[in-house]
């Protein structure tokens, strides 16, 4: 079975964040990253709950200096860039997992970002909702480079509650009407996500290097 | 040539927030919008069960996609907010039948 990963979830309290859980345990998602603060987070069987920082970073520098505090002590590093040229910056910075083109000023994905794009981008469902024209529009125009595979993508609840959680199906028909292969689509929502969230896991157990190679000690 | 169909079960949640006539019509409402008329016309969808918090939907097969599409993106109907959850997609009402049966509530 695959493992389904939601890589963005920002419930508002610990009794919402558990709703989430039991829900997405019955929808069959294994893994899910969430934002906030994570103290006294309740715990659901068969769903492992691991944190995740969301930067907003006004410039390069600003996200170089959050990169170099933040990076090891969260699961899933995300960048909302401001503008093109943080977007470049956090797409080939190979300590930023997701970024976030899909901002309140989308970022249109073309050959010069597939060029760099070492980081996924991510496409969080919450925008479809809140814009579905202006967010169709940028997804319809950007599809082409994630058919092409030439840009890794994963897509996101962005969830608050759980009213706003899909199943990973529906979130990977985000893609497929777009015009991405069923199987590009069903990995962004499973192996892509879940490879992310579990190999960063290991790096912050010490069990991986931030290069991705095992760490093995001799018995 | 016969048309091939998918038959798609849908779970509206919160259960018993909104009555299945009114999630299809939501449905409904949500393809017109998102692929016209016409798409609304070449997905051939039809409700087939409407009651209880979950309903069963028929659409043409080379559509299923842009239906659960559609589905992902109502989070609102009459006001109260609601997701469709497509649980289930089969080829066949004997199938589905089958799934309903065997509860999965």
């Known amino acids: 079975m695959r493992p389904y990963a939601d890589i963005w979830w920002r419930p508002t309290s610990p ?11 019955e929808m069959g998602y294994r893994a899910v990253a969430v934002e906030g603060d994570l103290t006294g987070a309740p715990s659901v069987e068969g769903v492992e709950v691991l944190r995740r920082v969301t930067l907003r970073p006004k410039d390069v520098g600003q996200l170089y200096s959050q990169l170099s ?25 190979n300590r ?6 899909l901002g309140d000023e989308p970022i ?3 050959h010069h970002v597939a060029e760099v794009a070492r980081a996924a981008v991510e496409v969080p469902l919450s925008r479809l909702l809140e814009e579905p024209e202006r967010s169709l529009s940028w997804l319809l125009r950007s ?4 058919r092409r595979g030439r840009v890794r993508v994963t897509v996101s609840s962005g969830a608050c509650g759980p009213i706003e959680l899909r199943r990973p199906v529906q979130l990977a028909s985000v893609l497929i009407v777009a ?4 199987e590009v689509a069903r990995r962004a929502v499973s192996d892509l996500p879940y490879n992310v969230m579990r190999e960063n896991s290991l790096r912050l157990a010490g069990l991986m290097d931030p290069s991705g190679v095992w760490e093995v000690t001799e018995r | 040539m016969r048309r091939k169909r998918r038959y798609l079960v849908i779970s509206v949640r919160p259960p018993d927030s909104v009555d299945g006539q009114k999630a299809f019509e939501a449905l409904k409402d949500s393809v017109r919008k998102l692929f016209g008329e016409v798409g609304l016309l070449s997905s051939d969808l039809r409700l087939v069960r409407g009651e209880g918090h979950r309903i069963v939907v028929r659409c043409s ?7 659960v599409f ?12 609601v997701a469709l959850d497509v649980v289930r997609v089969s080829g066949t009402l004997r199938k589905v039948k089958g799934f309903l049966a065997g509860d999965h509530s």
């Open chain 1, 108 to 110: 249109p994905v073309d």
């Open chain 2, 70 to 81: 559609a589905a992902t993106l109502v989070s609102e109907v009459d006001g109260k907010k």
């Open chain 1, 15 to 25: 009794d919402l964040l558990r709703e989430m859980l039991v829900l997405a345990r």
């Open chain 1, 179 to 182: 015009g991405v292969e069923p």
């Open chain 1, 96 to 101: 930023v997992d997701t970024v976030v083109m």
């Open chain 1, 69 to 93: 505090r933040l990076r090891w002590r969260y699961h899933v590093v995300s960048v909302i860039p401001p503008s093109r040229e943080v977007a470049m910056a956090a797409l080939r910075d």
């Open chain 2, 61 to 67: 097969s080379d559509q299923t996609w842009n239906v």
């Open chain 1, 143 to 146: 599809a082409r480079w994630f």
